[in-house]
């Protein structure tokens, strides 16, 4: 029992320090860890898991779109950088560079991707020439470099997971329509799939990407009231083919320019799963993203029949496509069950002496603790039930979590006031002014505009919360990762 309790006590309560419970069940659950290189991950097989499963989902998602997966190089000349100005503006602090080859100087220095658009672009000017060419509709999964100097699992870190999604278009129309397309996508992954919620709108002009002409973003809310940008979606409208001279000949012969998007989600998407579903626990995963939907656990495992039912039961339950493990290990079931409960594990299914004399067993939610008494003959179909259930339920209460801490705000010093007392997102009126942005920055001390809300219409009169001038827009206002 003394070890049992002390794997719990591994982690810090979520209320006590957030910052180190995170850091704790990251650490306790094996997601990864630091690795040799400042700044940089070992992604260990339980985290790595869990981005396989959501590559598996969001690649399908894909697909379904018309959107076809290429590989590009990681190195990019920095001649091709220094075409886009805005872009190159924009990644210059984070980007590393390579200068030599071997022993040799490069003649040319090459920098570590931090983005690919420059590589795409630079591809489809020696490719693309005429509308039988058109659209581009390509994504390649793969890391990025940006050299951040402060660092933190998931969250930030200098090398990371992504995807990134470069498409080429005709006509303004389709490429816009691409844009929301690929945001439409990413919000019902992160509702559907991570029963996560979130608001979601076009970024401000100071916010957007660098080099952008639209940036559209999906900000979920963490347990401990910071937003975390989760995807993003891009149009660039024609900078960058422009700067690439990216042309087309229409049917009639006619030169054309071509309509660019990006759009990308990456690792730091794990952080958000933790950080809106953890408990003091440990993680909590849903069941549609889990690894493993549940773990099979014989109790008094050394008495006759039990290990064999338990391993016929797991055996049934593979065939039945659910994903799921059997612990069969020498540890204490106390110790099992909190193991389980530590990786986040959806459910566990007890069997033991009395619960096969009883034809039964005990499916325990990770969510809530619930035990629930399952007839052998039904456990095909009531796992799924159950696990559908959780689903549900996990997404549901972080919906009533986010909704109970969005606020809105008429004057700064209500503003200041909800956000000392209270975690989340502000909703405010705007003039749409760069200088009122930073200086509600300031003035909140790190509060930045997350998105522009669309359900809520600035009217004739609306005032902007810090300058008074007439309201351009309704902006979300958080403090963020």
Not at 47 to 64: N, T, V
Not at 359 to 387: A, C, F, M, P, Y
């Amino acid at each position: 029992m003394a070890k049992e309790k002390k794997f719990v006590q591994a982690i810090t309560s979520r209320d006590e320090d957030f910052a180190q419970w995170y850091t704790d069940v990251v650490r306790e659950a094996k997601l990864c860890d630091y690795s040799s290189v400042k700044g940089c991950l070992n992604y260990l097989p339980n985290g790595y898991a869990i981005w396989e499963k959501i590559q598996a989902d969001l690649d399908k998602r894909f697909k379904e779109t018309g959107v076809e997966n290429v590989y590009l190089p990681m190195l990019i000349p920095e001649n091709l950088l220094q075409k886009e100005s805005d872009h190159i503006e924009g990644f210059a602090p984070e980007v590393a560079w390579v200068t030599k080859g071997g022993l040799e100087t490069l003649q040319e220095p090459m920098c570590i991707r931090p983005t690919s658009e420059t590589l795409f672009c630079d591809l489809w000017a020696r490719t693309v020439q005429s509308y039988r060419d058109l659209p581009k509709v390509w994504n390649q999964w793969c890391s990025v470099l940006r050299w951040e100097k402060t660092t933190r699992p998931f969250l930030r870190s200098r090398e990371f997971l992504w995807q990134e999604g470069h498409t080429i278009h005709a006509t303004y129309e389709e490429a816009e329509q691409r844009t929301l397309t690929m945001l439409r996508v990413y919000q019902e992954l992160i509702r559907d799939s991570l029963a996560i919620p979130f608001v979601s709108g076009p970024k401000t002009e100071s916010e957007k990407f660098a080099g952008a002409q639209d940036t559209y973003t999906v900000e979920a809310l963490m347990h401990d009231g910071k937003a975390l940008q989760s995807a993003t979606s891009h149009f660039f409208g024609n900078a960058f083919p422009d700067a690439f001279d990216i042309k087309y000949l229409d049917k009639n012969n006619e030169l054309h320019s071509v309509y660019e998007t990006s759009w990308g989600l990456s690792t730091r998407i794990i952080g958000a799963l933790i950080m809106v579903h953890g408990d003091d626990t440990g993680l909590v995963l849903p069941p549609r993203i889990a690894p493993v939907q549940t773990r099979v656990i014989p109790i008094a495992q050394h008495k006759e029949g039990v290990l064999e039912k338990a391993n016929e039961l797991t055996e049934r339950l593979k065939k039945a496509s659910y994903s799921v493990k059997i612990d069969d290990s020498e540890k204490s079931p106390g110790w099992k069950f909190s193991e389980q409960e530590m990786l986040g594990i959806p459910t566990r299914i007890e069997i033991g002496p009395k619960d096969i004399e009883q034809n039964q067993v005990v499916v325990v939610r990770r969510d809530t603790r619930e035990k629930i008494v399952v007839s052998l003959d039904e456990i095909e179909t009531k796992l799924g039930e159950i696990l559908e259930t959780i689903q549900k339920d996990m997404y549901d209460r972080a919906k009533a979590f986010l909704d109970s801490h969005i606020d809105f705000a008429e004057t700064m010093d209500e503003m200041n006031e909800k956000f000392n007392t209270k975690r989340g997102f502000i909703k405010a009126k705007w003039c749409g002014s760069a200088e009122c942005e930073d200086e509600i920055k300031a003035a909140t001390g790190g509060a930045t505009t997350r998105c522009i809300c669309k359900e809520d219409q600035v009217k004739d009169g609306d005032t902007c919360i810090f300058c008074g001038k007439q309201a351009k827009h309704v902006v979300y206002f958080g403090k963020a990762y």
